[in-house]
């Protein structure tokens, strides 16, 4: 393994451990008032009007009427308000915020507050919803004649569900009106520079007006991608009218009910099967973008992407569209819209293996891209195609193999085993020309005349460790001691913009700026004297150009991959399930820190578990999200899958720095496929359509196939 891979102490681990990080639920509360949102009730109604009780002096209500500049989020589009227009749109829209310095008061105050609506239908079925915010239709080949020409032809339908972000801290923000009359908003975030621009929009003033600070923040999973903006702009707006600090911090509930998730989805996947190769896919796919578009365009570009896997299809046509109800938006997730296709595509290849009466693995192998093949939207694989070598460590792992072929005998008794197996990439870095054309990464090193060094970028600890690696691979390139290396969280008004902690990006590209400007600083370095060098995103030259409106082109410039086998035993007489092995290889390129990298591998692939398991949320008939507590929202622990091993597979890419590619999202992707198959092995080969799969499912599916 590279040098750089060796272990260190994360920078934050002490502060955190002790709990002596400041969070900006931590602040002190003097002078700051309390923010709280008047939530909305219905899922679509018109706002007739609110009927404030009369307010103690230093108490306000805000509400869209205060906005100085425009009421409109920008986000992808600008379609999400700060405070609700005429109408609200999904239970729990923002309708205005009471602030005070007493936080008891604002929360009677708030009760006192008297809305009258309108009630109207709202929409909440995906499929029957007539606003598709975004539509993209693209393929190549001649999928017409590839299914005249089929020997056999499949259709199914896949279903997954939401997915809650479950990080510890919930959502949080705070404005603080400065002396200078410039803004300072700061808290839970992930991207700086998104809040940045989003708040200067709606205060008008301009990106001199306003900075933004990232606070120690308590996880982010890609919750705190986009929704921070919202709430940004809300207390901004609520600071400007008060002329007082304001801080806003959601309680789990709020959190959990009206904060972004992932999209539910319905896969339809038809394929065209000729002399033992899938010869077409036609797959018609349909996000769940709820009552705002917010990141709805991008999720989905990914997940049509990913739509035909890792397999190697002549002619294909993917349809897909992002749909507007009456619910709360979704947004990102870690996987972006991937595990949703990455499901479909694997489960159908199992289920059309099984029908061939083939072997699901062999079946997929001899579907398998290799380098130098097409990929969905037309690019290329420009590097080799570890998979084959990764199934070989899994099978290293768990003797997946023997295993298959023993739990596909006839079981009997109570407890029944199956073990499943899946394969994908994740696309490292934003979706095609979006580091080229609307990211424009810049970072900057900063050399004081003590020596020491200090990294300027806008890519935020979440917990992935940048605050560490960023500085590694400065120390590494300069040869100092990472001591001499520093970090901190990123300030807009003191940073370079290198784009948003998403995408899993910020390793691979910020990373190699960093490595970059490391270089050039020492190749100018001057003991005693303060020093600054810069470096800029360039686009490898190997890329072919994406573009967007034909949806052609190389959706990524390199890929992390992901072989992951569940092995788990289904009782059948409670339908309760136990993993009893979870094991993935996975190739993240070189790890910058082999500690820092394991722990997102075995996080993230224990929270697919829980996707594809028991993380079950729904809203019920009024559109309400019921599960509104960590009681009725069950994400797993490491009790739960004790046995879980991961191995990292080093395939290192040329363009990030000493071969590092993006490691955040991979690990989450390949679960619910893996799952599900041995879920399927387990009770008897019944083929299984969805995701999360409960023990009130097994149990439904043990009745109906009369196992
Ligand atoms: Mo991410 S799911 O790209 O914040």
New binding site residues.
């Given amino acids: 393994m590279h040098e750089i891979s060796k272990s260190v102490v994360k920078k934050d681990h002490e502060a955190k451990v002790r709990g002596e990080s400041v969070y900006v639920c931590d602040y002190p509360g003097e002078g700051v008032l309390t923010g709280k949102m008047l939530h909305s009730k219905w899922a679509k109604a018109k706002i007739l009007g609110v009927k404030v009780p009369e307010l103690p002096e230093g108490y306000f209500y805000v509400d869209a009427s205060d906005v100085p500049g425009d009421n409109n989020v920008n986000i992808v589009l600008d379609d999400t308000p700060v405070y609700c227009r005429e109408t609200v749109e999904y239970i729990g829209e923002p309708i205005g915020m009471l602030c005070g310095p007493d936080e008891k008061e604002v929360d009677r105050l708030l009760k006192a507050c008297e809305v009258e609506y309108e009630e109207l239908e709202p929409e909440l079925d995906m499929l029957a919803g007539k606003t598709n915010f975004f539509n993209y239709d693209f393929g190549h080949g001649d999928v017409e004649k590839a299914f005249k020409e089929a020997d056999k032809i499949y259709e199914e339908v896949f279903r997954t569900g939401y997915q809650e972000q479950a990080y510890l801290e919930t959502q949080s923000m705070m404005a603080e009106p400065e002396p200078d009359g410039r803004m300072f908003v700061h808290g839970s975030m992930?991207c700086a520079f998104y809040v940045h621009g989003a708040v200067a929009r709606v205060l008008g003033c301009g990106p001199g007006g306003v900075h933004i600070f990232q606070d120690v923040t308590g996880g982010?999973?890609?919750g705190k991608?986009a929704f921070p903006s919202i709430l940004a702009c809300q207390v901004a707006v609520a600071a400007h009218k008060c002329q007082a600090p304001v801080r806003c911090v959601f309680d789990r509930r709020e959190d959990l009910e009206f904060t972004s998730k992932r999209h539910p989805s319905i896969c339809i996947y038809k394929a065209a099967v000729k002399d033992g190769k899938v010869t077409a896919i036609d797959a018609d796919i349909i996000y769940n973008a709820g009552a705002y578009s917010t990141l709805s365009a991008v999720v989905l570009q990914r997940g049509l992407i990913a739509a035909i896997g890792i397999y190697n299809v002549p002619n294909v046509h993917i349809h897909g569209r992002a749909v507007k109800t009456n619910t709360s938006p979704c947004g990102?997730?870690?996987?972006?819209g991937a595990p949703q296709t990455y499901f479909a595509i694997e489960m159908f290849m199992d289920h059309i293996a099984r029908d061939l009466g083939l072997d699901s693995l062999e079946f997929k192998r001899a579907n398998f891209a290799k380098k130098g093949d097409t990929t969905s939207t037309g690019g290329k694989y420009h590097f080799h195609v570890p998979v084959p070598e990764m199934i070989e460590e899994v099978e290293q792992l768990c003797d997946y193999s023997k295993k298959r072929k023993l739990y596909a005998q006839k079981q009997t008794g109570r407890y029944r085993r199956g073990i499943g197996m899946s394969m994908y990439f994740h696309g490292a870095g934003f979706t095609g020309s979006g580091e080229r054309d609307i990211i424009k990464a810049k970072a900057k090193l900063r050399k004081y005349a003590d020596g020491t060094v200090e990294v300027l970028a806008s890519n935020g600890e979440i917990g992935q460790g940048v605050r560490t690696t960023f500085p590694k691979i400065v120390a590494h390139e300069l040869n100092i001691p990472l001591e001499k290396v520093y970090y901190s969280h990123p300030d807009t008004g003191r940073v370079p913009d290198s784009g948003p902690?998403?995408?899993?990006r910020s390793l691979m590209i910020v990373g190699e700026l960093l490595r970059r400007a490391a270089i050039k600083l020492r190749s100018i370095w001057k003991d005693g004297e303060e020093q600054e060098v810069e470096d800029n995103f360039k686009e490898p030259d190997f890329m072919i150009p994406f573009y967007l409106d034909k949806f052609q082109g190389d959706a990524y410039p390199t890929y992390a991959w992901g072989v992951n086998a569940i092995e788990l035993e289904v009782d059948t007489f409670t339908g309760i399930s136990k993993v009893l092995g979870a094991y993935a290889s996975f190739d993240v390129g070189t790890p910058i820190d082999y500690n820092i990298v394991m722990g997102q591998m075995e996080g993230g692939f224990l929270q697919g578990i829980g996707y594809a398991s028991i993380e079950k949320m729904d809203y019920d008939a009024k559109g309400r999200i019921r599960n509104n507590s960590f009681s009725d929202y069950l994400i797993p622990t490491t009790k739960d899958v004790t046995n879980l091993k991961c191995v990292l597979h080093v395939q290192e890419y040329p363009e990030g720095p000493y071969g590092a590619k993006g490691a955040g999202?991979v690990p989450l992707v390949g679960a619910p496929p893996a799952y599900l198959e041995a879920m399927e092995q387990a009770l008897g080969g019944t083929k299984l359509y969805h995701v999360p799969f409960t023990p009130e499912d097994t149990v439904e599916a043990i009745v109906k196939n009369g196992i």
Avoid: I
């Fill in positions: 992930q982010g999973f890609g991608e990102a997730y870690r996987g972006f902690t998403v995408a899993s999202e």
